[in-house]
């Protein structure tokens, strides 16, 4: 059975980064792991041992690793602001891959438009998320059959979305993260998001 530590999510585990996992564990695959939950992207300053939630996070997160793989092949997320793009990208450095699928859903960012932003030596799709969640955007995304889904458990919805991930391809205008930090709106301060 996988264990998170031969994963390239060991790290984070380690930095106390992977919180309100709503899964956390091997998949039935072999050598899979799986994670939905949120990444903390920025802490908090803590005073003394008080725990205090993150200044900034991932939320909504879903990814797949495999242990014999240094990066992450799948990673999905939503965050407040299309900015987060480059804690994103300082918080797991080297994990990412110029062939990994990664989709961010920015809450500061027109709902009609998509785009393809490359950061940090890997390729975003970059995505609004209005008022549905990340894994219902994916489905319809990914033309994914609901019915398909249902008597699946949480690793197997999530490794049936990630395998659905390897397989995109469709190209959204690509502009730089610059241009994007330049088009994007104020951040709106969500009322009970789902994690």
């Known amino acids: 059975m996988t264990t998170i530590n031969e994963t390239p999510l060991a790290t984070l585990e380690a930095e106390k980064r992977l919180i309100s996992p709503v899964f956390k564990g091997a998949t039935a695959k072999p050598g899979v792991f799986g994670f939905r939950g949120a990444i903390a992207l920025k802490f908090a300053q803590q005073l003394s041992d008080e725990a205090r939630p993150p200044e900034v ?19 999905t997320g939503f965050a407040l602001s299309l900015e987060h793009i480059k804690l994103l990208c300082e918080v797991l450095g080297d994990k990412l891959s110029p062939t990994g699928k990664y989709f961010f859903f920015a809450g500061n960012l027109d709902i009609s438009k998509r785009y393809q932003i490359a950061y940090g030596g890997a390729n975003f799709w970059v995505l609004p998320l209005e008022e549905a969640t990340v894994y219902n955007e994916l489905l319809d995304l ?28 469709e190209k959204f205008p690509e502009i730089s993260f610059e241009e994007g930090l330049k088009i994007m709106g104020p951040i709106k301060i969500p009322e009970n998001r789902p994690v």
């Open 57 to 75: 996070k991932l939320d909504q997160v879903m990814t797949v690793v495999n242990a014999s793989d240094p990066t992450i092949p799948f990673l």
């Open 142 to 169: 990914f033309n994914i059959e609901r019915n398909d889904l249902k008597k699946l458990d949480t690793a197997g919805k999530l490794t049936a979305v990630a395998e659905a991930a390897a397989n995109f391809d």
